[in-house]
């Protein structure tokens, strides 16, 4: 059985941790590569970066319904 204050805890302390780790992962790519999807008709890393930010900044969507 979860301990779910623990459970909530933990799930803060990573979205709140995101943002900057996805700037540290994306910080020392070009512009071309975080504009350019990988293939044609995939998603660009700023296609991604922003669909997450969009995600986070959601109350309606899955992660602040587990909170």
Same mark, same amino acid.
């Given at each position: 059985?979860?301990?779910?204050?623990?459970?909530?805890?933990?799930?803060? $302390?990573?979205?709140?941790? $995101?943002?900057?780790?996805?700037?540290?992962? $994306?910080?020392?790519?070009p512009q071309?590569?975080?504009?350019?999807?990988?293939?044609?008709?995939?998603?660009?890393?700023?296609?991604?970066?922003a669909h997450?930010?969009?995600?986070?900044? $959601?109350?309606?969507?899955?992660?602040?319904?587990?909170?």
């Amino acid at each position: 059985m979860y301990e779910t204050s623990r459970t909530i805890e933990l799930i803060l $302390t990573m979205l709140a941790a $995101t943002p900057s780790h996805l700037a540290d992962l $994306t910080s020392g790519l070009p512009q071309a590569q975080l504009l350019a999807p990988p293939e044609p008709g995939d998603w660009s890393v700023r296609d991604v970066l922003a669909h997450l930010g969009v995600f986070c900044l $959601t109350p309606q969507n899955g992660a602040f319904e587990l909170i």
